[in-house]
């Protein structure tokens, strides 16, 4: 059983930062990829980062590539999302997911995934 559990939400003003953190237990989470999603009120899902096993790769959505930066360190099972320069469009519940693989790109290859965090960023 894999439970992921995500921190670091809140409000803040357009501009600020915010630093998300999501800890993992029950599962080897150093061989698989973690990405974060978000889903604002009224919209799909979707992606906003992914990093790979080891953290040699990472990708990004285009909105927030250039602002949002995603890390990991395995020795603690944890993966950040540091997000910077936030706009009110980032409002959303954040999620973080663990992979099916080491290279889980997509968001079906994500098997396990946390209760989220809300996000809220003020004009």
């Known amino acids: 059983q894999v439970q992921l559990v995500e921190s670091g939400g809140g409000l803040v003003q357009a501009g600020g930062s915010l630093r998300l953190s999501c800890a993992a237990s029950?599962?080897?989470?150093?061989?698989?990829?973690v990405g974060w999603f978000r889903q604002a009120p009224g919209k799909e899902r979707e992606f906003v980062a992914v990093i790979t096993w080891s953290g040699s790769r990472t990708y990004y959505a285009d909105s927030v590539k250039g602002r949002f930066s995603i890390s990991r360190d395995n020795a603690k099972n944890t993966v950040y999302l540091q997000m910077n320069s936030l706009k009110p469009e980032d409002t959303a519940v954040y999620y973080c997911?663990?992979?099916?693989?080491?290279?889980?790109?997509?968001?079906?290859?994500?098997?396990?995934w946390g209760q989220g965090t809300q996000v809220t960023v003020s004009s």
């Open positions: 029950g599962r080897t989470f150093s061989s698989y990829a």
């Open positions: 997911a663990l992979g099916r693989t080491r290279y889980a790109r997509t968001m079906d290859e994500f098997d396990y």
